[in-house]
């Protein structure tokens, strides 16, 4: 894609002494004060770990729960509030921030930046995490319980609980504003900090990703700080947005969300769809086959998340005039999502490939996505989406796009570019074996709850009928597998940081980005303070 | 640790024995109605043609990742953009979708079709369970999940051997006759709820303020089983639907003795949610205090221990507490208002379909347990709130 000029000469000083005069300070105050986009990615990409295992942990008590039928651990209302904190946790804390992670490492140094655009704003946006964390699960905490409404917090069953929902509400008006604040430093750095001659048909598609993500945020963070800010009011200020006695609708929280919520499920694949397309290529050591069409696809996927929100409330009881018009846009968004599927796939065809614990994750991600995809598209279909609504299917449904999507793209991506930044090789014998348990781990425990949706039973349930026991066991066996793999990737990923063999400055052969060809491998705490010049 | 111990054990029996009682199912319920019918019919045309799809399209992945790595010796080809194929791969999906959604759009239209119902039934969802009133035939009751607690809670040791019908059973079903297209006016009094049972082909919300409606017309005489589909607090798992669908005449001996086991609806009461008629109990029997606290001890475990708590500690802030509450300790008029009436806009709904003995003792003993002052109640003072 990108021709360089040439490795090293271009970043400013010699990298050998960056350390003297540039380096970061030292201690706890670097990462307070820090505006160096890379620190600011690594906060990132911790604090999304650390509440993927918080996250991790909720649902592992949900699946040691649903072992067996009958109520065993947990009481029915603190069950409730373990899926709906697990929910948002992995939404809002794990899988958001770890994209947001990557952002900040990659866009400047993919395009050619010195850094971000607005690097202070950088720090506040991802200091304001930490209060919305404390927020969210520090509500178990408080009388009454954490949240137990499901992370569509729908009234008016929200509007019983206690003071844990105004801190679920003001939690999420932070995270709001941090991920705005986060999306027009993106979109800021992307269209005015391009090295001369990246033209944006040159970006790598991760930039891509995220510049259409960065919208797609700025649309409705703010449409989601509305719904629940009717909802605080609703509670306390004696208003009846979402109160049929005073007039209100509770349905109207339900478009009002879901127009948020399905340009969100969106928010959270786009960036893995960047990050894959730019594993693939690497390790199939060929281009990718359209550019251009993954560009259009990626935006069209974009401009018609929009229009597709009544797909999350066909049992509400909309005229049949809605019901087919969301059923019709549903399906229109398999045709672009479909392109990009070939495209990855011509990708691979004819290349010379070989299957590192990126490429694996990638390949991994492509399967099992696009299983999700598909039964996506069997939901889209309003007649059988009726009788699967809220039950189990619909549990594998997102599970397949948004852990073995999204989830598998982070993996896919911290394992292709950690020797790019900590200098290090990470052991590959144990990164395949981390795939290859979270691969069998992730559909024991997800594929067989197709099957629990089908014979009908419902989510957000502790208990069940006896029929569902032997699905349940088998998901809760493979859950466990799962989760606890994940702990081998911290390890690897400790011991990556602490040595390992030295990575080479372009690690991957096949891999052709401004940070393969033009920086070293650990890359310098500043880099590119003259731009490269892009033929 | 014996208690855990044996736990651990029975758990790993249950998980070993699974192979062999396993109910290993995979499929769509056997649909019980032309509708159910239809989406069984959609969701296997669509299973198959994705399952082609994705082993044409992996199967060229597979034979790629088989056949073109470098260790086979694999040069890497360097072609990329073709516009025929890029518009191949765009128009065959649409025109696949295109064939998909044209059966689809017949189904969701005959789905909308509540038109001509031969009998329409109201029904209404409450924190957590359901009423049912049949419009033309005057039959109204309550359907409460009927599996003893003592199967569920099993936080201290293994319960009893749960029925086969766990979760799923009720006190009382509703009864439909077969070949009759029933229609479902479906209202919620408190939060969303979702009447949901898949053999019928029906999953619809209950949103408290509006009436929404659906329709089944079942075949086969039978015994058709579901749960509520929407999270509405803490016993969402615990709200079964059961629905029996039987012949005519055995419908018209069901409304018979239906009916026949409820005098004639009281008189109004004022303007509270309507009371569902009360059984006929002998109006003669004199009822001691002490009979009243042990009748009522089992009527608040069935009736108001979901929300108000064993030890009447409610749970805060969505159910008070009983226990040293002012009504409870007030004046006997403002409860028995309250149980009769329910409080509009709030979970507390009306209990006035219990007869006047049983909410004289459920009342006695809210106001004589947990340390309450409030004294007793006797099914006359109730009977006379009622008029
Ligand atoms: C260790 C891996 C995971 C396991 C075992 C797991 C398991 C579960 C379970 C058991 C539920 C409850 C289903 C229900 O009763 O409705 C659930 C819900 C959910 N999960 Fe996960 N999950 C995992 C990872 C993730 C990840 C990475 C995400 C990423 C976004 C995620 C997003 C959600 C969401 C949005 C819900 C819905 C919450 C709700 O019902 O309101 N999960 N998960
Ligand atoms: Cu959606
Ligand atoms: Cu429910």
Redesign the interface.
């Given at each position: 894609m990108s021709t360089a000029t040439h490795a090293h000469d271009t970043h400013g000083h010699d990298h050998a002494h960056a350390h003297d005069h540039h380096g970061p300070p030292a201690g706890f105050s670097r990462w307070m004060y820090t505006t160096n986009h890379k620190d600011i990615g690594t906060m990132y990409l911790w604090f999304s770990f650390a509440m993927f295992l918080m996250g991790g942990s909720m649902a592992l008590l949900i699946r040691a729960e649903l072992?067996?039928?009958?109520?065993?651990?947990v009481?029915?209302?603190f069950f409730?509030s373990l899926t709906t904190v697990h929910g948002l946790v992995m939404v809002f804390g794990a899988i958001m921030p770890a994209f947001v992670g990557f952002a900040n490492w990659l866009v400047p140094m993919q395009i050619g930046a010195a850094d971000m655009a607005f690097p202070r704003m950088n720090n506040w946006s991802f200091w304001l995490l930490i209060p919305a964390a404390l927020l969210l699960v520090g509500s178990f905490f408080v009388?009454?319980g954490a949240a137990?409404?499901?992370w569509t917090l729908?009234p008016?069953?929200i509007i019983?609980?206690?003071m844990s929902i105004d801190m679920t509400i003001l939690a999420v008006h932070i995270l709001g504003a941090s991920s705005i604040m986060g999306s027009i430093n993106i979109i800021t750095t992307i269209l005015n900090l391009r090295a001369p001659g990246m033209t944006l048909m040159k970006m790598p598609l991760f930039v891509w990703t995220w510049l259409i993500t960065a919208y797609l945020l700025i649309a409705v963070m703010p449409v989601l700080a509305g719904a629940v800010t009717m909802l605080l009011t609703d509670r306390h200020f004696g208003t009846s947005f979402f109160?049929?006695?005073g007039g209100g609708?509770?349905?109207m929280f339900m478009h009002i969300f879901w127009f948020f919520g399905h340009p969100e499920v969106y928010i959270m694949i786009l960036p893995a769809f960047g990050i894959v397309s730019q594993i693939i290529p690497a390790f199939?050591?060929?281009?990718?086959?359209?550019?251009?069409?993954m560009v259009y696809a990626t935006s069209s996927i974009a401009i018609l998340s929009f229009i597709v929100w009544g797909h999350h409330m066909f049992?509400?009881?909309m005229?049949?005039a809605g019901?087919?018009f969301f059923?019709?846009a549903t399906?229109?968004i398999?045709?672009p999502t479909?392109?990009k599927?070939?495209n990855w796939?011509?990708?691979?065809?004819?290349?010379?490939?070989?299957?590192e614990t990126p490429m694996l994750f990638a390949?991994g991600f492509?399967?099992l996505f696009?299983?999700g995809g598909?039964s996506g598209?069997?939901l889209a279909?309003?007649?059988?989406d009726?009788?699967l609504?809220?039950?189990y299917y619909v549990v594998a449904h997102f599970h397949y796009v948004l852990v073995s999507g999204a989830l598998f793209a982070i993996m896919a991506g911290i394992y292709f570019w950690l020797p790019k930044w900590t200098g290090h090789m990470y052991s590959e014998g144990l990164g395949k074996l981390h795939f290859w348990l979270s691969m069998i781990g992730f559909n024991v425990a997800f594929f067989p709850q197709h099957?629990l949706g089908?014979?009908?039973m419902?989510r957000?349930?502790?208990?069940?009928?006896?029929?569902?026991?032997?699905?349940n066991?088998i998901s809760t066996v493979g859950a466990f597998i799962f989760g606890f793999s994940q702990l081998l990737f911290l390890y690897i990923v400790i011991s990556t940081i602490r040595g390992g063999a030295k990575a080479p400055d372009r690690t991957w052969e096949?891999a052709d980005s401004l940070e393969w060809t033009h920086l070293p491998s650990p890359v310098p705490y500043h880099t590119f303070e003259t731009a490269p010049v892009v033929k | 640790m014996p208690v855990k111990l044996t736990r651990a054990v029975a758990a790993a029996a249950a998980f070993l024995s699974a192979p062999v009682l396993a109910d290993y199912h995979v499929d769509i319920l056997p649909p019980a109605t032309p509708i159910a019918q239809e989406i069984y019919n959609l969701h296997f045309g669509i299973l198959w043609v994705c399952v082609g799809i994705f082993i044409v399209v992996f199967g060229a992945m597979f034979w790629s990742v088989f056949a073109h790595r470098k260790s086979r010796g694999a040069q890497a080809a360097q072609f990329h953009e073709n516009t025929t194929i890029e518009i191949i791969w765009t128009v065959v999906p649409f025109v696949i979708l295109i064939a998909m959604a044209y059966p689809a759009t017949k189904t969701v239209l005959d789905m909308k079709d509540g038109s001509n119902p031969d009998m329409s039934i109201k029904v209404t969802a409450y924190q957590w369970k359901w009423e049912y009133d049949y419009l033309q035939d005057g039959v109204r009751y309550f359907s409460s999940l009927s599996t003893p607690r003592e199967q569920i809670e099993e936080h201290e040791k293994p319960g009893p051997k749960k029925n086969p019908n766990y979760l799923l059973e009720v006190d009382n079903p509703v009864v439909v006759p077969v070949g009759k297209k029933v229609r479902l006016l479906i209202t919620s009094n408190d939060v969303i709820h979702g009447w949901y049972v898949p053999q019928l082909g029906v999953n619809q919300y209950g949103i408290p303020g509006f009436v929404k409606d659906a329709w089944f017309k079942v075949d086969k005489p039978g015994r058709y089983l579901g749960q509520c589909s929407q999270i509405c607090g803490k016993e969402h798992g615990y709200m079964p639907i059961v629905v029996d669908a039987v012949s005519a005449e055995d419908y018209a001996k069901w409304i018979a003795d239906k009916k026949a086991k409820m005098p004639p609806p009281p008189a109004p009461v004022a303007d509270a949610t309507p009371a569902a008629a009360a059984p006929a109990e002998d109006p003669n029997k004199k009822w001691s205090v002490d009979e009243l606290k042990a009748n009522g001890a089992k009527v608040y475990a069935a009736n108001c221990q979901a929300c108000h708590g064993a030890e009447g500690k409610g749970t805060p802030p969505a159910f008070p507490p009983l226990a040293g509450s002012k009504v409870a300790n007030g004046p006997k008029g403002a409860q028995i208002d309250l149980e009769l009436k329910g409080k509009p806009g709030t979970a507390m709904a009306s209990f006035a379909q219990l007869s006047d003995a049983d909410l004289a003792s459920v009342i006695t003993h809210t106001r004589t347990s947990w340390g309450n002052k409030g004294g007793e109640v006797m099914p006359a003072e109730v009977k006379s709130a009622r008029k």
């Open positions: 072992f067996q039928p009958g109520l065993q651990l009481e029915p209302q409730n009388p009454g137990a409404s499901g729908y008016p069953l019983q609980q206690g109160n049929a006695a609708d509770p349905t199939a050591r060929k281009p990718l086959f359209g550019y251009a069409s049992t509400v009881g005229p049949a019901n087919l059923m019709y399906m229109l398999a045709v479909g392109v599927i070939f796939i011509a990708t691979m065809w004819k290349g010379s490939m070989t299957f390949v492509l399967c696009t299983i598909f598209l069997v279909i309003t007649p059988v009726i009788t609504h809220n039950t099957f089908l014979a009908g419902p957000r349930i502790p208990d069940y009928a006896l029929q569902f026991t032997e699905w066991q096949g | -």
